[in-house]
């Protein structure tokens, strides 16, 4: 079973702790995300870009995937199947008619009118199907799924007018983080998430999580932040465990040996986050 992420971002809220977002690219990633959040008893929420999606084989096959990994490898806490950056209201409807648990609607790129109206369209077919949504607001720049964009950051009034409006369960609001690697230093606009934690009652995103030292992503969740994404660090980890088992037998094909021997580097990155982020235990 997947469920939304209402009940465990809310009481992540509540605690002062953040449930991780860790994307997923094949069967692989899943199975070890699954499994080291299970060891440590942490709700996770898997993300699914489009272009994983691509990837994989579809929205079907991937909810499938998810599904019978959960039944076959006795999974019990919560898991959360997100689209990430939902391009269209198309894009998060097929999600959800294969079975998605959540979605975001990412309309960032629109005007604010574009961006609420898009976003509401998006809520009021979620809602019927008990599925949860996250909304951008500003830009969040960097790099995914190969795509480069500059960020523009959030304006208090703005996310305001945009929770009011179109009821979604959490808010990424652009304060500074990117996708991908950061050029210099990561400069989040911490007065900025507190004042928007302190006026809309509903969860706080963190995009952006790699490249974020310790210290600033304890901050970002004493400011609100409830959910926090991490994908190019997991890649970056598994790249460098494979590459160098690559290049310590060269005689090795069996696919299984090459994609597994990046599987601890994964879990590493995946307990080191639950650690950071506080939810180890809340998912038992
Ligand atoms: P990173 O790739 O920087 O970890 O960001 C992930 C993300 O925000 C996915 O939406």
């Known amino acids: 079973m997947v469920e939304n992420f209402i009940k465990i971002l809310n009481k992540a809220k509540k605690e002062k702790y953040a449930i991780p977002q860790f994307n997923i690219n094949n069967l692989e990633w899943t199975r070890y995300i699954l499994e080291e959040c299970?060891?440590?008893?942490?709700?996770?929420?898997?993300?699914?870009?489009?272009?994983?999606?691509?990837y994989i084989g579809g929205y079907d096959v991937v909810s499938q995937m998810v599904k019978s990994l959960i039944k076959d490898l006795k999974i019990t806490i919560p898991v959360v199947l997100h689209l990430d950056h939902g391009s269209s209201f198309d894009s998060c409807k097929n999600a959800i008619d294969s079975g998605?648990?959540?979605?975001?609607?990412?309309?960032?790129?629109?005007?604010?009118?574009?961006?609420?109206?898009?976003?509401?369209?998006?809520v009021k077919y979620s809602k019927r199907k008990k599925v949860s949504v996250e909304g951008e607001v500003g830009y969040i720049g960097g790099t995914e799924d190969g795509v480069s964009n500059i960020s523009l950051n959030a304006k208090v009034e703005d996310c305001i007018e945009f929770v009011n409006k179109t009821n979604v369960d959490a808010l990424a609001p652009a304060l500074g983080?990117?996708?991908g690697l950061y050029k210099g230093e990561p400069n989040l606009d911490y007065e900025t998430m507190n004042k928007i934690n302190n006026l809309i009652k509903i969860p706080l995103v963190l995009h952006g999580g790699t490249?974020?030292?310790?210290?600033?992503?304890?901050?970002?969740?004493?400011?609100?932040?409830?959910?926090?994404?991490?994908?190019?660090?997991?890649?970056?980890?598994?790249?460098?465990?494979?590459?160098?088992?690559?290049?310590?037998?060269?005689?090795?094909?069996?696919?299984?040996?090459?994609?597994?021997?990046?599987?601890?580097?994964i879990?590493?990155?995946?307990?080191?986050?639950?650690?950071?982020?506080?939810?180890?235990?809340?998912g038992a």
Do not use: C
């Not at 998605?100 to 109206?117: G, P, R």
């Open 211 to 265: 490249g974020i030292d310790d210290e600033k992503i304890k901050k970002a969740i004493g400011n609100g932040i409830s959910k926090i994404n991490i994908n190019t660090e997991l890649q970056i980890e598994w790249s460098k465990a494979v590459r160098s088992f690559l290049n310590k037998d060269l005689e090795v094909y069996d696919p299984r040996k090459i994609i597994s021997s990046g599987e601890k580097a």
């Open 38 to 54: 299970q060891q440590n008893k942490s709700p996770v929420i898997l993300g699914v870009s489009e272009g994983a999606k691509k």
């Open 100 to 122: 998605f648990s959540s979605v975001m609607i990412d309309a960032s790129s629109h005007s604010l009118k574009e961006n609420i109206y898009i976003t509401k369209k998006v």
């Open 177 to 179: 983080s990117v996708h």
């Open 267 to 282: 879990k590493e990155v995946v307990r080191n986050k639950i650690i950071l982020f506080g939810s180890i235990g809340k």
